[in-house]
């Protein structure tokens, strides 16, 4: 019998996008999510778009005791780490939260592994590791740097599975340096559902196009930027998750880890989006001018072609209008998310 995957934080957005996609490619699950900003129905759906062996254990990666029961009752080969805080905006109001939370807990989960005999690790990392970048577009061996809490929990845990990589040569280990995930299950069954007030663009335009939200905060219009807006890299949540597929026989394969940019290299600015949701939705999105946020460079768009090379990875999702399309269909048949 084919060994399990871990996916911690699997009933998330991109959590559950990968796990239907791991289910589908015939991969038995085990998930684990203590549903801070998640619901449990997203895997009620997951099982029923790709039916497979899925276990759910609600609880958290902090919590060691539960971990170390998990790996001992369940033979867990390898683990795709999604689980963490991942807001910009509030790791600069509350960043000791987010060390604790995000490395604390990784800390913790490694060393459950590390106990349990299962050193396979594909991680989900961030763009926000590069900072504000002196060229674009941005591929892996720029420096790395960042410009807020939340960016520097990703850098410190790339920085630990490059420690323990290099000093334990039965460690593998890939992180995945998504840009920004957009979009939805084609289906419109999953999609992105925050608990609280959206921290990116793309669920709150869909909450303000589903009228659950009055108006768009846009952040900032003085950037060195084309139309003065902050220009990124919206890459479909299903393209990420099809990566992880990809990457699984890097972990076959000895070195001290594994890097690869996720994005589409076709940046867009947020009144770009704006105006594409609006083509998309045909209607209009009341916009309120707000001064920039801490910690947000002008821009950020990746050079993929490492991945595309080596792992073969293909973007389906090239344009911001599909994407888009997609998101709107989850929106539109859910416009309460999950509780509806």
Not at 83 to 108: D, F, H, M, Q
Not at 139 to 156: A, C, H, I, Q, V
Not at 260 to 280: C, D, F, H, K, Q
């Amino acid at each position: 019998m084919e060994r399990l995957i871990l996916v911690t934080g699997g009933a998330g957005y991109i959590g559950s996008h990968t796990s239907t996609e791991l289910l589908a490619a015939g991969h038995p699950l085990v998930v684990l999510d203590n549903l801070s900003n998640s619901s449990p129905v997203s895997l009620d759906r997951v099982r029923a778009l790709a039916p497979g062996p899925l276990t759910f254990i609600e609880g958290d990666m902090g919590d060691g005791e539960l971990l170390d029961r998990l790996f001992a009752e369940h033979d867990i080969g390898a683990v795709v780490h999604f689980a963490g805080l991942k807001a910009v905006g509030e790791s600069c109001r509350i960043p000791l939260r987010y060390y604790r939370n995000n490395i604390t807990g990784t800390l913790g989960l490694l060393g459950a592994m590390d106990r349990a005999g299962c050193r396979n690790l594909i991680f989900s990392s961030s763009a926000t590791v590069y900072g504000d970048p002196a060229s674009l577009p941005i591929t892996e061996d720029f420096p790395l740097s960042t410009t807020n809490p939340y960016g520097r929990t990703k850098l410190f845990i790339e920085e630990i599975l490059r420690d323990v990589c290099a000093a334990d040569p039965r460690w593998r280990a890939v992180l995945l340096r998504y840009f920004n995930p957009v979009g939805a299950h084609p289906s419109g069954r999953i999609g992105e559902d925050p608990r609280d007030i959206p921290n990116n663009l793309m669920p709150y335009i869909m909450q303000v196009a589903v009228g659950r939200r009055d108006a768009l905060q846009v952040f900032g219009d003085d950037y060195d930027t084309p139309d003065g807006t902050c220009l990124r890299d919206y890459v479909h949540v299903d393209d990420l998750s099809r990566a992880h597929i990809a990457v699984f026989d890097k972990l076959n394969q000895p070195g001290a880890g594994y890097f690869y940019n996720l994005g589409t290299g076709r940046p867009s600015s947020v009144r770009e989006i704006i105006n594409a949701v609006e083509a998309v939705t045909g209607l209009k999105v009341p916009v309120v001018e707000a001064d920039r946020r801490p910690g947000d460079p002008p821009a950020l768009y990746a050079d993929s072609s490492k991945a595309q090379t080596e792992l073969g990875w293909e973007i389906q999702y090239p344009e911001v209008k599909d994407i888009i399309a997609t998101a709107w269909k989850w929106h539109q048949a859910h416009p309460d998310g999950f509780e509806d």
